[in-house]
């Protein structure tokens, strides 16, 4: 035989039964607060959430200096830790609780945290688009290694045209038909470009971007 459901709901996680006397107490609370209010709360309970869940996000580095509670620290690396749709969903909800215990202050580091991070990734993304933008170039255009040569004069001339003759012989099909493949000059030229770049332009985060498929 099966057991009938409780009807209820959850408040911050937990869950009230109607009729049970949290229940009765909450409605008594809320029969204070007007609909604009219980809208506001609601707003800001979510938007916590919400905040609560990007902390997932986070690099550890990130997220160890924000020196958060122990008890918030160790929920949300729990949380990263789960992979049960269940389980995922309570930790998240028990995140949310916390995170509306936290100060003020402690909810502006974690925003300035996040967007610390999202620069530094816009940051790392423009600086590989740019290198490969100049590493498909230098194959694709005889001028580009004179123009690169003249920009960045501290190049290895020699290993950089060496570099580019090998990997034009590698993009010639070896069958009529065949598709051109890369070789390992076309990653080789890469890297030149990359360390290139970070010396002018300051590190690519900490020198392990890597080249992305095309």
């Known amino acids: 035989m099966s057991r009938k459901l409780t009807k209820g ?7 009230v039964a109607e009729g049970s006397e949290l229940d009765i107490q909450l409605k008594a609370e809320l029969k204070g607060t007007d609909a604009s209010s219980r809208t506001d709360l609601k707003k800001e309970s979510d938007e916590l959430q919400a905040l609560g869940e990007s902390l997932l996000t986070l690099r550890l580095d990130l997220l160890t200096k924000l020196q958060l509670t122990e008890k918030l620290f160790d ?6 830790r789960i ?14 609780k916390l995170m509306r215990k936290q100060e003020p202050e402690k909810l502006e580091e974690i925003r300035g ?10 940051q790392e993304n423009l600086a590989l688009h740019k290198a490969e933008t100049w590493r498909n170039r230098l194959i694709a255009e005889d001028d580009a290694v004179g123009e690169w040569i003249a920009e960045f004069p501290r190049t290895d001339t020699q290993q950089l045209r060496a570099l580019v003759r090998q990997a034009r012989k590698d993009l010639v099909p070896e069958k009529p038909g065949a598709l051109p493949r890369h070789g390992r000059a076309y990653r080789d030229i890469f890297q030149l470009v990359r360390e ?6 300051g590190p690519l985060n900490d020198g392990t971007i890597e080249e992305t498929e095309e």
């Open 75 to 80: 929920a949300v690396l729990e949380a990263k």
């Open 196 to 201: 290139q770049l970070a010396d002018t332009d």
């Open 83 to 96: 992979t049960n749709f269940e389980g995922k969903r309570r930790q998240m909800q028990f995140i949310g």
């Open 9 to 15: 709901y959850y408040v911050h996680g937990k869950f």
């Open 113 to 122: 945290a996040l967007k610390i991070q999202h620069s530094g990734s816009a």
